[in-house]
Every structure is written in structure tokens, then in C-alpha cells.
């Protein structure tokens, strides 16, 4: 028995469970092999990613370390916590942290094989006053998932001090 987030229940029968089993390796040869070459190559570009960060804290210019290790260089317009106004697509792990990095720190993503750098250039403070619909959004989007963490943690909380049954027979 489980709860949907919609406030209702499902209920699963399970009719047989198959025990898992390795395939033979004459049969995955192929894709075996093509995943220890996509984690080798991951593997690589996290190291030069990371020698490449290193460089920008060490003071070297950007552009500089870009070209030196043949990386493309973009330059994204500002944008918000929640992307808007970012017209470019980055690892989702990026944007929140380029978020609590000081201006002109690397931050390393990946993005599959690949590895994004991000360095922020310039933080510019919200102005709420400036975009008043934006600014009531976000305080609704806020109020309503406040709304709704509260009303999973009671709910956990009395199921956890509340024995709770279902009465099929009813």
C-alpha cells in the first residue's frame, strides 16, 4: 500500500518475482566495452577539467586556459536560480553551484562524458521592486512548497506514531 502525492493510495500485487541474473559476456562484449571507453574518456576529462580549474584559481585568464587545453569558451546573458534567462543548456548541478560560488571561482559539472567549467563574473542582487509579478510567483512557488513540506512531515509524523491499518473488509 502506498500514498500518492494527489492525497490518494495504490496498492501493488505482486503475481511472481524473477531472481536477477547476469547476462553472458558473449552477449554484452560490445556494450561492455563501449562503457570502460565512455568511463575512460569521462575519467580524462575530469582530470583535465579539474587542471584546468585549477589554473583559472591559480589566476590564469580564462580565455587563456580555454584555448591552452582546446575547451569551447561561452558566455551565458544573467540568469536566475531557476534558469530563467539562461540560453544555453548546463549540467543541472552547475547552475546552484556557480549560485554559492564568490565571483571568479571555477565550478566543475559533468554533462555525460563531458565536463562543463562555470566562473561567475559578476553577481547581481535581485530587486524584487522591479518585476512585482516575478516577485509573487516566487513568494507563491515558496508558500506552496513550505505548504507542502509541512504536510508530508505530519503526515510521516503520524504514521510513524499511529499505527495505521486499511480495513478491506469495510
Not at 42 to 59: R, V
Not at 62 to 78: I, S
Not at 103 to 119: D, F, N, R, Y
Request: glycine share 8%.
Amino acid at each position: 500500500l502506498g500514498d500518492l502525492s494527489t492525497g490518494g493510495q495504490f496498492l501493488v500485487h505482486v503475481d511472481k518475482i524473477t531472481p536477477a541474473a547476469l547476462k553472458p559476456l558473449s552477449e554484452i562484449k560490445d556494450q561492455v566495452a563501449g562503457d570502460w571507453t565512455a568511463d575512460q574518456q569521462a575519467q580524462q576529462a575530469e582530470k583535465i577539467a579539474q587542471t584546468m580549474a585549477n589554473e583559472i584559481k591559480a589566476g590564469k585568464i580564462l580565455a587563456d586556459v580555454a584555448k591552452t587545453h582546446g575547451a569551447q569558451l561561452a558566455t551565458t546573458k544573467p540568469f536566475t536560480r531557476t534558469r530563467q534567462g539562461l540560453e544555453m543548456q548546463l549540467p543541472g548541478a552547475l547552475v546552484p553551484a556557480l549560485f554559492k560560488s564568490a565571483p571568479g571561482t571555477p565550478e566543475i559539472a559533468s554533462a555525460g562524458t563531458a565536463h562543463v567549467i562555470g566562473v561567475v563574473s559578476q553577481a547581481i542582487e535581485a530587486d524584487p521592486a522591479a518585476d512585482a509579478d516575478a516577485a509573487m510567483r516566487l513568494h507563491d512557488e515558496i508558500a506552496g512548497a513550505l505548504a507542502n513540506d509541512l504536510s508530508a512531515g505530519l503526515a510521516g509524523a503520524l504514521r510513524e506514531k499511529l499505527s495505521v491499518s486499511v480495513n478491506r473488509a469495510a
